[in-house]
């Protein structure tokens, strides 16, 4: 029986279902009820982490700090975790973030450039948090120029390193092989991240685990970017019947979604005709909600706009190019502007 260890992330990911709209009495709720039931890391912040509230990103409700204490002052045994991408947060936000409860960080960069998590790595190790690096949108990256970046990560002193698959583009044959290749390649020990586009989320994330991941995450209901991540209880529940031990009460946790998530979730998280082509093309998720209203504001096709953003290969951070895309295919096709 192997001992996994499950990350919640309904209080970060799961902020882009809520347009980043959490009010602290929930966050508060929520996390109290994750804690009962036994969840050793809960994350939280922004959906696109510290310093995310932007205009470009989405305004929260409350400020990163607000929500960080909120959820610390909620729970007795689990470890919260922030989100730190660079070039939206800043080691001053890591720095509040540690003051206002936080233990551990997810650094989160882009598959090819592990050497931007150097700086704050080295700073979050040197201040005593927990260190858990995410390399986002793995899928574009084959098994081993992947897990030469984690071994980049692992030697910046990363205690864990995650195949992230931001687009929910992989299948459980691709995330097994990711996983295996940064496991032969890294000291530390190796997650996985999923998200539910190709309806693989739990699949895939069995299949990670069978490859050697020990930290897998998971939220609530599957809330999160667009089509939303393994959902925590089912991942729970499937993880358990293949005989591994969590440390959580799957029933507590099922509880949790149903009694307090469920009723002020604002839609089912659902694979829709968006949320699929995101998976199909390889686009990343937190994309979803933009390209919706760009095809409202622009009179075009979401389906065309995503297409056309994978096959330009847009990343994370590129959020503009949306527009742009919208434009330019509305112009092509004489559709015009909306409102």
Same mark, same amino acid.
């Given at each position: =029986?192997?001992?996994?260890?499950?990350?919640?992330?309904?209080?970060?990911?799961?902020?882009?279902?809520?347009?980043?709209?959490?009010?602290?009495?929930?966050?508060?709720?929520?996390?109290?009820?994750?804690?009962?039931?036994?969840?050793? =890391?809960?994350?939280?912040?922004?959906?696109? *982490?510290?310093?995310?509230?932007?205009?470009?990103?989405?305004?929260?409700?409350?400020?990163?700090?607000?929500?960080?204490?909120?959820?610390?002052?909620?729970?007795?045994?689990?470890?919260?975790?922030?989100?730190?991408?660079?070039?939206?947060?800043?080691?001053?936000?890591?720095?509040?973030?540690?003051?206002?409860?936080?233990?551990?960080?997810?650094?989160?960069?882009?598959?090819?450039?592990?050497?931007?998590?150097?700086?704050?790595?080295?700073?979050?190790?040197?201040?005593?948090?927990?260190?858990?690096?995410?390399?986002?949108?793995?899928?574009?990256?084959?098994?081993?120029?992947?897990?030469?970046?984690?071994?980049?990560?692992?030697?910046?002193?990363?205690?864990?390193?995650?195949?992230?698959?931001?687009?929910?583009?992989?299948?459980?044959? *691709?995330?097994?092989?990711?996983?295996?290749?940064?496991?032969?390649?890294?000291?530390?020990?190796?997650?996985?991240?999923?998200?539910?586009?190709?309806?693989?989320?739990?699949?895939?994330?069995?299949?990670?685990?069978?490859?050697?991941?020990?930290?897998?995450?998971?939220?609530?209901?599957?809330?999160?970017?667009?089509?939303?991540?393994?959902?925590?209880?089912?991942?729970?529940?499937?993880?358990?019947?293949?005989?591994?031990?969590?440390?959580?009460?799957?029933?507590?946790?099922?509880?949790?979604?149903?009694?307090?998530?469920?009723?002020? =979730?604002?839609?089912?998280?659902?694979?829709?005709?968006?949320?699929?082509?995101?998976?199909?093309?390889?686009?990343?998720?937190?994309?979803?909600?933009?390209?919706?209203?760009?095809?409202?504001?622009?009179?075009?096709?979401?389906?065309?706009?995503?297409?056309?953003?994978?096959?330009?290969?847009?990343?994370?951070?590129?959020?503009?190019?949306?527009?742009?895309?919208?434009?330019?295919?509305?112009?092509?096709?004489?559709?015009?502007?909306?409102?």
């Amino acid at each position: =029986m192997t001992r996994l260890h499950v990350v919640d992330t309904t209080l970060r990911d799961g902020a882009n279902s809520f347009s980043h709209r959490f009010t602290t009495a929930q966050v508060a709720d929520i996390a109290a009820g994750l804690d009962r039931a036994g969840a050793e =890391m809960i994350e939280v912040t922004h959906g696109d *982490g510290l310093g995310g509230s932007s205009i470009q990103l989405g305004r929260a409700a409350h400020s990163d700090p607000e929500y960080i204490t909120a959820a610390a002052e909620a729970v007795e045994n689990a470890r919260i975790a922030v989100l730190y991408v660079p070039g939206i947060a800043t080691l001053n936000d890591l720095r509040v973030a540690q003051e206002c409860g936080a233990q551990a960080v997810r650094i989160a960069v882009h598959c090819t450039e592990a050497d931007c998590a150097e700086q704050p790595v080295r700073w979050a190790r040197e201040h005593g948090l927990e260190v858990l690096c995410f390399l986002m949108m793995s899928h574009l990256l084959e098994p081993d120029a992947l897990a030469e970046q984690a071994a980049l990560l692992d030697g910046y002193g990363a205690h864990v390193v995650y195949t992230v698959d931001s687009a929910g583009a992989l299948t459980p044959s *691709g995330a097994a092989a990711r996983v295996r290749a940064m496991r032969a390649r890294v000291s530390c020990a190796v997650g996985f991240h999923a998200h539910n586009n190709l309806g693989c989320a739990v699949g895939n994330t069995l299949a990670a685990v069978e490859a050697g991941a020990t930290y897998v995450d998971g939220s609530l209901r599957g809330l999160g970017a667009s089509a939303g991540n393994a959902a925590t209880e089912v991942l729970v529940a499937a993880l358990e019947r293949e005989g591994h031990e969590t440390g959580i009460d799957l029933f507590g946790l099922v509880d949790v979604a149903e009694d307090i998530v469920a009723p002020i =979730m604002p839609r089912p998280q659902v694979i829709d005709a968006t949320a699929l082509t995101i998976g199909y093309a390889g686009v990343y998720g937190t994309f979803f909600l933009f390209a919706k209203r760009a095809a409202e504001k622009y009179g075009v096709g979401s389906r065309e706009i995503l297409l056309e953003l994978g096959r330009r290969g847009v990343i994370g951070g590129q959020e503009d190019m949306i527009i742009d895309v919208a434009a330019e295919l509305a112009a092509t096709t004489g559709a015009g502007e909306r409102g």
